[in-house]
């Protein structure tokens, strides 16, 4: 198995506070991590920091190889990052804003057709606009973008807030089977039973520190 | 592993995108048009007067571009702020000029539609006239003006975007950086027709300023662009 987040000691500092401070952690390809701790914690940061959106100012860190205290540029195609917020344009369809990514990595018209149709978004679901869908429908378009984007690691910020059960469910099939498919995920969620039950694995994040 | 596109490919799709957008919510048709529609009347009625209104009527068409471009630039970024799109496309490593290109081409689009229909508007309300040599210069004078406010426009939009109180910001931000096309524009288009005496050829040097002030901002954004949309 190779490393795909690996932390030494990292801090990032967010708002002229120590958001993560001194973080370590190791993620091995195919695991799903749970992050867990209180609101403020710096879970959210730890996910973008891993996407290469904040400076570490201090530490190592590297994702998928690549060293982001040098280069935090050239591993955002290769990461996910789906927070609070879909991420979708909502004048446009399931079907255009699924082509949309793919057009971004060059994929063929039959992989987003056969992305939809696994994740049961296809037919006359494909052709609504996002503005009409339920939560739960614009969170498995959202999640059908990562896979047309071939992102290698997935970084979900509370992918289950704001969904009933039928829905997680889907949504936890989905990780499930992206990790299958050889996709690295880290989870930070509120929701430990369930995350837990889908989780290979949790840390805890403490005032901007990971506890295994 | 994810493959990323050219520069042209991502500006393309994004183009492609807001437009469809466009064309779906029809905005800038329902709103935007008749809003720029309702400025020349108002004009027209302020001024009450045939021989002013033919020697203006180049001011005022710009004039109107520049309050529609304000509302055009805000629509332009919030579809794609609303729901987190233009954060995902800076996560996605989407190449930053791209986006900056095809929003501002997107732009330019509607801009050049709406442009049309208001000259229409001049020529029926204010009774300019156009001739043949004029037309010319008319062209590239709205051709060149156009890019320039767009880019400044989508450099703006880009910046203000993530802030509070960007509704209000933009005009503030963005006015004044684009009195040099307002003066310019408004010049060549009173060259073209013959507006006050001046003639054709007075126009060309004002396009000049109108190319260079286009090229500049377009590779002002292209290089830029990332770094203002970045946190």
Redesign the interface.
């Known amino acids: 198995m190779s490393i795909v987040v690996d932390f030494r000691k990292a801090v990032v500092v967010f708002n002229g506070f120590p958001a993560l401070a001194e973080a370590s952690i190791e993620v091995q390809r195919g695991e799903i991590v749970l992050l867990q701790g209180p609101n403020g914690a710096g879970k959210t940061t730890l996910l973008r920091a891993c996407?290469g959106?904040?400076p570490i100012v201090r530490g190592e860190a590297s994702v998928l190889g690549v060293d982001l205290c040098v280069d935090r540029?050239?591993?955002?195609?290769?990461?996910?990052?789906l927070?609070?917020?879909?991420?979708?344009?909502?004048?446009?369809t399931i079907g255009?804003n699924v082509l949309?990514?793919a057009?971004?990595?060059?994929a063929e018209v039959a992989e987003v057709a056969s992305t939809l149709q696994r994740f049961g978004i296809d037919g006359r679901l494909a052709q609504q606009?996002?503005m009409q869908l339920s939560a739960g429908q614009k969170r498995r378009c959202a999640l059908a973008?990562l896979v047309v984007?071939?992102?290698?690691l997935w970084l979900l910020d509370e992918p289950h807030a704001g969904l009933d059960a039928a829905a997680r469910d889907e949504i936890d099939a989905i990780i499930r089977e992206a990790c299958t498919a050889g996709a690295t995920v880290l989870i930070a969620s509120h929701e430990l039973e369930r995350a837990r039950g889908l989780a290979t694995r949790s840390v805890s994040v403490v005032a901007g520190r990971v506890v295994s | 592993m994810s493959t990323q596109l050219s520069l042209g490919r991502v500006a393309r799709a994004v183009a492609a995108k807001d437009l469809r957008i466009e064309m779906r919510s029809r905005v800038v048709i329902n709103q935007v048009f008749p809003f720029a529609g309702l400025v020349m009347v108002m004009f027209a009625f302020a001024l009450d007067n045939d021989d002013v209104l033919t020697r203006v009527a180049g001011g005022l068409v710009w004039l109107a571009t520049l309050f529609s471009l304000i509302i055009i630039i805000q629509r332009s970024f919030a579809v794609d702020t609303a729901d987190g799109a233009l954060e995902a496309q800076r996560v996605a490593g989407l190449d930053p000029a791209g986006i900056f290109v095809g929003k501002a081409l997107a732009v330019m689009v509607q801009l050049v539609t709406l442009e049309i229909m208001l000259f229409v508007a001049a020529v029926v309300l204010y009774r300019v006239q156009l001739h043949a040599d004029g037309a010319v210069l008319l062209v590239t004078c709205v051709v060149s003006a156009t890019a320039g406010l767009s880019f400044v426009g989508t450099l703006y939009g880009g910046l203000t975007a993530g802030s509070r109180g960007r509704e209000t910001l933009l005009p503030l931000l963005m006015l004044p950086v684009v009195a040099p096309v307002l003066i310019g524009a408004t010049r060549a288009t009173e060259s073209a027709f013959n507006s006050g005496g001046a003639a054709v050829s007075d126009g060309w040097p004002w396009v000049g300023v109108l190319v260079v002030f286009a090229a500049v901002f377009g590779l002002g954004g292209i290089l830029s662009f990332g770094s203002l949309i970045e946190e």
Request: net charge positive; proline share 3%; hydrophobic share 45%.
């Open positions: 996407a959106l904040l540029q050239s591993v955002r195609p290769r990461v996910g990052l927070g609070h917020a879909n991420g979708l344009f909502a004048d446009l255009e949309f990514w057009q971004m990595v060059g606009k996002v973008c984007r071939r992102a290698e």
